[in-house]
C-alpha cells in the first residue's frame, strides 16, 4: 500500500502523523510511504531522517493526497484538503467530527474512509489511540492555567501552589478520565488544593486511593458543581463522550458566580467544549475574556509540544495502522473490533451514531458494511 504523510497546515500545528521510527515499521512490511517536504521538521525530523529509513520525499500536499492510499495524519483535514481526498482513500487521524458538521459534510461527499483515532475503544471501554494525547493535554491543562492565573495574563494572579502562610489556588478539575487524572496530578504537584468531579462513584473510588492528598473527589451535579465554582481560581474541562459532543456542565449564566480572574481550561474543545461559552482558539491567539473570565480553549494543545506529543501518538496508533495497510481497511477492522469502532464515515456513509445525532444525518449501521 501506499501510504502518505502530509505537512500538517493546522494553526501551529508542529506534530506529524508518523515518526521516522513508524516509518521504517511500514517500509518494513513492504509498503511505500511518502513524506511531504518538511513534514516533521517541527518534531524535530528533518527529511534526511525518513530518507534513511527508506521514505520518498515529496514537493507538495497534492501529490501526497493523489499518490497515497492511505493518510495518515495528526488533525483532522482543513477546507484546503477536502478536495484533495478521493474515494475509498483511508484517512487515518483525529477527526473529532462532532464539532464540525462543515468537515463532516465534506467527508461525506469525499466517499473517502475516515477512521478516527478518537473513536478506536477497546473492551475496557479505553481509548487507546486517544489515551497519549489526553495525557500530554491534560499535564498541559495544569501547565497552561498556572501562566494564564498570572495578572499580566489578566489572570487572577494567584499561584497555585501558595507558599508557607499564603493558601494555594483552588483547582476544580471536571471529569476524572485521562485528562482529568492527569491534570489534576500536575496541578497537585505544583501545591494547588484540587477537587475532581465525575459521575462514576467506581472511577472516584480509585482516584481517591491514587491520587495525593491534596485532591479530593466530589459527585458531579449540577448544585455541587454551582456551589464549588464560587471559589474556583482554575477549572479545567475535562469531560469526554467518545465520539458525541460534549456537554456544557458551566453555562454562560453561571460566569457571573465565577471571581473576576477566573481562568477556564477547556480540553473538550474538540467536542465542542464543555463550557457554554467555549469557542476554539489557537496557540497564536489562546485566550479571550467573558464576564471577567479568562477562557483557554485552543483546539490542538499538544501541537505545542510535538517533540513528546508526536512520539506518543506513533507509539499508539503504529499497530493498528500497520493493520489496515497490511490487511485492508475491512479485513483490519473485522478482525479488530476496537479498530471497527473507529469507523466514522464510509463511503459516504455516516457509520457512527454519534455523529449522525449530533447533526440529524442518517445512520448506517456497520453490519450492512460486514
Known amino acids: 500500500m501506499i501510504v ?3 505537512k500538517e497546515i493546522k494553526n501551529n500545528e508542529f506534530r506529524v502523523g508518523m515518526t521516522p521510527s513508524g516509518v521504517n515499521s511500514f517500509i518494513n512490511n513492504g509498503h ?28 507538495s500536499i497534492e501529490e501526497i493526497y493523489s499518490k497515497s492510499e492511505m493518510i495518515v495524519k495528526v488533525k483532522e483535514p482543513l477546507k484546503s484538503e477536502y478536495p484533495l481526498i478521493k474515494e475509498n482513500q483511508i484517512v487515518y487521524t483525529y477527526f473529532h467530527f462532532a464539532s464540525s458538521e462543515e468537515l ?48 499580566p495574563q489578566n489572570g487572577f494572579g494567584i499561584l497555585l501552589g501558595g507558599v508557607p502562610g499564603v493558601k494555594p489556588a483552588n ?11 492527569e491534570a489534576a496530578k500536575m496541578a497537585a504537584g505544583l501545591g494547588a488544593n484540587v477537587t475532581i468531579f465525575d459521575i462514576n462513584l467506581d472511577r472516584l473510588r480509585y482516584l481517591d486511593d491514587v491520587m495525593p492528598k491534596n485532591v479530593s473527589t466530589q459527585f458531579s451535579s449540577h448544585y455541587n458543581i454551582v456551589q464549588a465554582i464560587k471559589s474556583a481560581h482554575l477549572i479545567i474541562g475535562a469531560v469526554l463522550i467518545p465520539g458525541a459532543k460534549a456537554p456544557n456542565l ?25 463550557f457554554e461559552t467555549t469557542h476554539p482558539t489557537t496557540h497564536q491567539d489562546p485566550t479571550y475574556i467573558i464576564d471577567d473570565v479568562l477562557h483557554y480553549s ?7 509540544v510535538p517533540a513528546t506529543s508526536t512520539e506518543a501518538l506513533t507509539n ?11 490487511k485492508g481497511w475491512k479485513n483490519a477492522c473485522k478482525e479488530d473490533e476496537s479498530l471497527k469502532l473507529g469507523l466514522n ?24 458494511l460486514f
Do not use: H, W
Open 32 to 59: 511505500t510511504v511518502l513524506i511531504q517536504k518538511d513534514a516533521g521538521l517541527g518534531s524535530g525530523y528533518k527529511d534526511s531522517d525518513y530518507s534513511l529509513v527508506g521514505a520518498e520525499i515529496c514537493d
Open 316 to 326: 499508539a496508533t503504529i499497530k493498528q495502522g500497520l493493520d489496515l495497510a497490511n
Open 345 to 368: 464515515v464510509i463511503n459516504g456513509k455516516v457509520v457512527y451514531k454519534a455523529i449522525a445525532d449530533a447533526f440529524n444525518l442518517k445512520y448506517s449501521s456497520l453490519n450492512e
Open 171 to 181: 483547582v476544580i478539575v471536571l471529569g476524572g478520565g485521562v485528562v482529568g487524572s
Open 298 to 304: 485552543v483546539a490542538n494543545m499538544p501541537g505545542a
Open 104 to 151: 463532516t459534510n465534506a467527508m461525506i461527499e469525499s466517499n473517502s474512509i475516515c477512521i478516527a483515532y478518537e473513536t478506536v475503544q477497546n473492551k475496557d471501554l479505553s481509548l487507546p489511540l486517544l489515551t497519549p494525547m489526553s495525557e500530554v493535554a491534560g499535564r498541559m491543562a495544569a501547565q497552561q492555567g498556572a501562566k494564564f492565573l498570572e495578572k
Open 250 to 274: 458551566i453555562t454562560k449564566a453561571m460566569l457571573k458566580d465565577l471571581q473576576p480572574g477566573t481562568v477556564l481550561v477547556d480540553v473538550a474543545v474538540d467536542q465542542g467544549g464543555c
Open 4 to 6: 502518505g504523510v502530509p
